[in-house]
């Protein structure tokens, strides 16, 4: 099983940027794609981005453009730099693992991110 662990989070501008990180430990060899969601206050969980082990990725379109995924495989973090922050980025944001054979990870505690106007 993979363990993760978000930091990062904090208060925001609209406009600013923030940068979340995350370090994943255990099974680490068995993950081939690493992602952050956010879960808004009434909303449902929804995925952010996603980096495969090579390096492709998928965005959600509310983020293209705006946000950027990074990953460090030696050293099994993953990080997401967000730019032109908006109020609607608020939230908690996760990491998580997509691991071959297990699928994702058990959710961690997240980070919180507040944006103000």
């Known amino acids: 099983q993979v363990q993760l662990v978000e930091s990062g989070g904090g208060l925001g501008q609209a406009g600013g940027s923030l940068r979340l990180s995350c370090a994943a430990s255990?099974?680490?060899?068995?993950?081939?794609?690493m992602a952050w969601f956010r879960q808004a206050p009434g909303k449902q969980r929804e995925l952010v981005e996603r980096?495969?082990?090579?390096?492709?990725?998928n965005y959600a379109d509310s983020v293209k453009g705006r946000f950027t995924i990074s990953r460090d495989n030696t050293k099994n973090t993953v990080h997401l730099q967000m730019n032109s922050l908006k109020p609607e980025d608020t939230g908690v944001y996760y990491c998580?693992?997509?691991?071959?054979?297990?699928?994702?990870?058990?959710w961690g505690q997240g980070t919180q991110v507040t944006v103000s106007p």
């Open positions: 998580n693992a997509d691991s071959l054979g297990t699928g994702w990870s058990p």
């Open positions: 255990g099974s680490t060899f068995r993950i081939r794609a």
């Open positions: 980096i495969s082990n090579g390096g492709s990725t």
